[in-house]
């Protein structure tokens, strides 16, 4: 058994990203500046869109793409329930009305006959989540948007990089958010980026990003810049520091080559548990290039004596951290007793949340750490087979 806790999750950062943050502090300028100019320009390149907008975090990206479509109180925008807390909160914010809907039994993304039973005339938008790095079935998704005229805005906190049918995600809806939590592909601590082909959101995301002040309102400091300035709305502080984007620039150059490592180690764990009955391991669908921001299990409950939780237990045991994600959001307190949303109603969600685990999968990782994971999945499962 390993001595060491191995972590579910350590980010890739090394010399590169601190001389560069150095510089950043040595500069007197920390705040949004030239790096993040510099961090945007070459984000919106890498993934072939118009616009990108840097901000401090994938929340505050999906939140000012649902002002950028004019959602308004009393609006419903349908989102996964298998999703992280941020893809649902920012609909209240506007006093619109998430909708949940249930995933695909398979790949746990947003199931697009799901998003079309529950679309009614309040609905004014679709954010599909692409869960662990898969992007989410967009034909479906944009037709169906293309036929109720509704919105779409991509949660993409995992999907970078990531394709689908050969086109980029960040490309394909009205509006694709990403995130730069220390978890993610790439990270900047917390951070988020906004992308989309759209002149007037991009004008719009921008300008609310900072305040609702009229355009570059960042410069105010600097030479080229001047103190007089224009509220043109009431904005909000979203805006990413230039020490972030000074990570940021630094992580995308190695974008692809921490994807290659990345889906290396899934196909490692593929090949180790693919003949094993007492778990499923990821599909993935042909017309996807999938992220692998995580790998997700899915135990089968029925060929085992113990739970998913006390699985996790287990590998905790031998020191191996985990995840799951998610706890469907109609599962938590708030969904349930104040929404009154019912498990009967999410039945997929409901159920793969019982078997899901998301197991470490970093571009750290040794050879020997992921042995070891595979080591302490098959000897729980061994010891503890029906
Ligand atoms: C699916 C999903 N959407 C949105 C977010 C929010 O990202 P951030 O922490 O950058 O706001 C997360 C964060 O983990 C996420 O997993």
């Given at each position: 058994m390993r001595t060491e806790f191995l972590p579910f999750h350590l980010p890739d950062i090394d010399e590169a990203e601190i001389s560069s943050v150095e510089q950043i502090l040595r500069s007197g300028w920390l705040t949004t500046g030239p790096k993040v100019r510099e961090f945007e320009r070459h984000f919106a390149e890498f993934v072939g869109a118009r616009h990108a907008i840097a901000v401090n975090s994938c929340t505050a990206a999906l939140h000012l793409a649902l002002d950028a479509v004019?959602?308004?109180?009393?609006d419903e925008v349908i989102v996964p329930t298998l999703t992280f807390a941020a893809t649902a909160e920012v609909v209240f914010y506007f006093r619109a009305r998430p909708v949940l809907v249930d995933c695909c039994p398979k790949t746990l993304n947003i199931d697009p006959e799901q998003i079309e039973r529950a679309i009614t005339p309040r609905t004014r938008a679709i954010i599909p989540?692409?869960?662990?790095?898969?992007?989410?079935?967009m034909d479906s998704i944009r037709d169906i948007a293309q036929?109720?005229?509704l919105a779409v805005i991509e949660d993409a906190a995992h999907a970078l990089p990531a394709r689908y049918r050969n086109r980029m995600v960040g490309t394909i809806g009205d509006i694709t958010c990403f995130s730069f939590y220390a978890t993610k592909t790439i990270t900047t601590?917390?951070?988020?980026?906004?992308?989309?082909?759209?002149?007037?959101?991009a004008e719009r995301m921008r300008i609310m990003s900072l305040h609702g002040i009229s355009k570059d309102a960042w410069k105010r400091y600097t030479a080229e810049g001047s103190w007089r300035y224009d509220i043109l709305f009431p904005g909000y502080k979203y805006n990413l520091t230039d020490i972030a984007g000074a990570l940021g620039v630094e992580q995308l150059k190695k974008c692809c080559r921490f994807y290659e490592t990345r889906k290396q180690l899934a196909h490692r764990f593929d090949h180790a548990f693919a003949n094993i009955p007492a778990l499923t391991i990821p599909f993935v669908d042909d017309a996807v290039e999938h992220a692998w921001h995580l790998y997700v299990i899915?135990?089968?409950l029925e060929q085992l004596a113990i739970n998913r939780d006390r699985f996790i237990e287990e590998l905790k045991l031998v020191n191996i951290g985990t995840s799951v994600h998610f706890i469907p959001l109609h599962l938590h307190p708030f969904y349930r007793d104040a929404l009154h949303y019912d498990a009967s109603e999410f039945p997929r969600a409901t159920q793969a949340f019982d078997q899901i685990i998301s197991l470490p999968l970093f571009t750290r990782m040794t050879s020997q750490d992921q042995q070891d994971v595979i080591d302490a999945v098959q000897n729980t499962i061994k010891h503890h087979r029906r």
């Open positions: 004019g959602i308004k109180e009393g989540v692409h869960f662990a790095g898969q992007p989410c079935q036929r109720h005229n601590g917390e951070g988020g980026m906004i992308t989309t082909d759209n002149d007037e959101y899915q135990l089968n």
